[in-house]
C-alpha cells in the first residue's frame, strides 16, 4: 500500500471536513427516542436503529441459548438491548416479562455479588411465565457464569448477556455452556451503516476517516466536544479494562506503548523495534511485558492483530503480526490522519472485512507485502489498500505484486479514485463504494 498517504502533490493535498449541523453528524438527522422505560428504567437518548445485529438477534430468538454481545466498551452493546427489548414489547411481551440489570449503573452495586444477583433473579421470577433476562457488563460480576448456568438449565428463561472483554467466554462459562451459547461481536457504526442519510458521500467519509464510528459520538455537535468524549472513553478502555483488570504497574509505561501502536497500525509489528524506541526514549520494556500488553489490549477489543501467511510456502507466520484499532477515531486523537492517511483507510478496510465476517491475513510475496487475504469458506480474494493511484510508480507497486501472485483466485486494489483503474483482471474500486457493499464484489 502507499504508506505515506501519496507519491505526488496530489497525494499531499489537504483534507477538508465538512462542518457539523446541530443535532447531525454525518448529516444524519437522529431519531430521538424519549422516556423508554424497559423493566422500570428510564432511558433518554439518541438511538439509531443497527439492523444488521439486530436481525441476526432475531434469528437466535426463541431458541434455548445464550445471547452473548461481545465487543469494546461503548460500541453499543447496551442499546442493542434496548432495542430488543422495544421488539419484544411491540410483539406484546409485557415489560414485568423483562429482568435488566446494567452492572455499572450504582443502583445495581450489591449485585456484584453472585448470590445476591442469583436471588433477584430468582425473586422476581415468580411464576410459570417465560422470562427474558438481560445481564449488561457482566464481567463485573465474579462467578456470574453460575447464575447464567442455573438459570439456563431451568430453562425458563431466555438471556441475554453483553461484557467487554473476549475472555468472557473462557474459563468455567465455556465449560458449564459449551454448545450452549451464541454469539456476536459487536463494532463501532460501519460507514455502511450511516451512509444511507448522507447527502454527499465522498464529504461524508471525509468526516468518517476523522471521527471514527463510536455511537457516542452522535450526542455532540461540534469535532472539538466530540474528541473530549472519545478522549475521555479511551482512558476509561485503558484503566477500568486494560490496567486494573491486568494490574499493570507502570501505567505511563503502558500508555506510552499504546501510542507507539497506534502510531504503527497497519505496519509491521517488531518487538525489537519498540524495545530500541523506548530504550531511546530512556524507559525499558521487556519482549514478554510487550506481549502481555498487547493480549491486554486486544482482550479489551481496542486492537486487533493480524497474522502473516506466506503466498509461496504457503504457511502461517509466526513473527511480525500487523495491529489495527477498532475505531480511527480514538488513533486520530493524537495522530494526524492526513500524514497517515494510507494507513488509516487500511485500517478502515480491515474493520469493514472483520465486520463481514472473514478470515483475514496479511501476505507475504517474497519480499513484498499484500495488504490483505480474505478468505470466506473456500473462496479467497486478495487486496491492496492505498490512499490514490496518482502516479504510475504507485500503480505498479500496487497492481504488479498481485500479478506476481500465481493463482487464480480474484485481486483487487481499494483507493480513493473515482476513475476505474482496473487491469490484467484486478479489480480496482473506490474506498466509499466498497464500504457500501455487503461482501467482496468483484464486478
Known amino acids: 500500500m502507499n504508506r505515506d498517504g501519496g507519491d505526488s502533490p496530489q497525494g499531499k493535498q489537504r483534507l477538508v471536513y465538512p462542518k457539523r449541523q446541530k443535532n447531525k453528524i454525518y448529516g444524519i438527522r437522529l431519531v430521538q427516542k424519549t422516556n423508554l422505560r424497559y423493566c422500570g428504567v428510564g432511558v433518554v437518548g439518541m438511538i439509531l436503529k443497527r439492523e444488521k445485529y439486530m436481525k441476526e438477534i432475531r434469528s437466535v430468538l426463541g431458541k434455548q441459548v445464550i445471547k452473548v454481545l461481545l465487543g469494546m466498551r461503548r460500541v453499543g452493546k447496551s442499546t442493542l438491548l434496548l432495542q430488543i427489548q422495544e421488539e419484544l414489547i411491540s410483539e406484546g411481551i409485557m415489560p414485568d416479562q423483562m429482568i435488566s440489570v446494567n452492572f455499572e449503573w450504582m443502583e445495581f452495586e450489591a449485585l456484584k455479588d453472585y448470590k445476591a444477583l442469583n436471588k433477584y433473579i430468582e425473586d422476581k421470577m415468580t411464576d410459570g411465565k417465560k422470562y427474558y433476562v438481560f445481564l449488561d457488563e457482566v464481567q463485573e460480576v465474579d462467578g456470574f457464569e453460575k447464575v447464567v448456568n442455573s438459570l439456563n438449565a431451568k430453562g425458563q428463561a431466555e438471556i441475554f448477556i453483553t461484557g467487554s472483554n473476549s475472555k468472557l467466554l473462557s474459563g468455567e462459562l465455556a465449560t458449564y455452556l459449551t454448545g450452549r451459547f451464541y ?31 463510536l455511537p457516542g459520538i452522535f450526542q455532540f455537535d461540534s469535532q472539538r466536544t466530540a474528541k473530549n468524549y472519545l478522549l475521555d472513553m479511551y482512558q476509561s478502555i485503558l484503566f477500568r479494562d486494560i490496567v486494573e483488570r491486568n494490574r499493570i504497574r507502570d501505567v505511563n509505561l503502558f500508555k506510552q506503548f499504546m501510542l507507539y501502536l497506534m502510531n504503527n497500525v497497519s505496519q509491521i509489528f517488531s518487538a525489537g523495534t519498540i524495545t530500541r524506541y523506548l530504550k531511546n526514549e530512556g524507559r525499558k520494556l521487556s519482549r514478554e511485558t510487550i506481549y502481555q500488553y498487547i493480549e491486554a489490549a486486544k482482550n479489551a477489543y481496542l486492537i486487533y492483530g493480524v497474522p502473516r501467511y506466506n503466498i509461496r510456502g504457503k504457511e502461517l507466520m509466526k513473527t511480525n503480526e500487523k495491529y489495527f484499532i477498532n475505531d480511527v477515531g480514538i488513533r486520530n486523537l493524537f495522530f494526524d490522519n492526513e500524514k497517515d492517511i494510507g494507513q488509516v483507510l487500511e485500517n478502515i478496510v480491515y474493520l469493514e472485512l472483520r465486520r463481514r465476517g472473514y ?19 473456500e473462496s479467497k480474494t486478495y487486496i491492496q489498500v492505498t490512499y490514490l493511484l496518482a502516479e504510475e510508480t504507485t500503480i505498479e507497486r500496487e497492481f504488479s505484486v498481485l500479478e506476481a501472485i500465481d493463482d ?34 468483484l464486478e
Do not use: A, C, W
Open 408 to 441: 487464480n483466485y480474484p485481486k483487487m486494489v481499494i483507493s480513493m479514485d473515482r476513475v476505474n483503474r482496473s487491469r490484467n483482471g484486478i479489480i480496482h474500486k473506490n474506498i466509499v463504494d466498497f464500504l457500501l457493499e455487503d461482501g467482496v464484489r
Open 183 to 213: 454469539t456476536i461481536e459487536v463494532y463501532p457504526f460501519s460507514f455502511g451503516e450511516l451512509y444511507h442519510q448522507r447527502e454527499s458521500l465522498d464529504e461524508g467519509f471525509l468526516e468518517y476517516i476523522t471521527m471514527g464510528g
Open 359 to 377: 478470515e483475514i491475513y496479511i501476505g507475504k510475496l517474497d519480499d513484498r507485502e499484500v495488504d490483505f487475504i480474505v478468505i470466506d469458506g
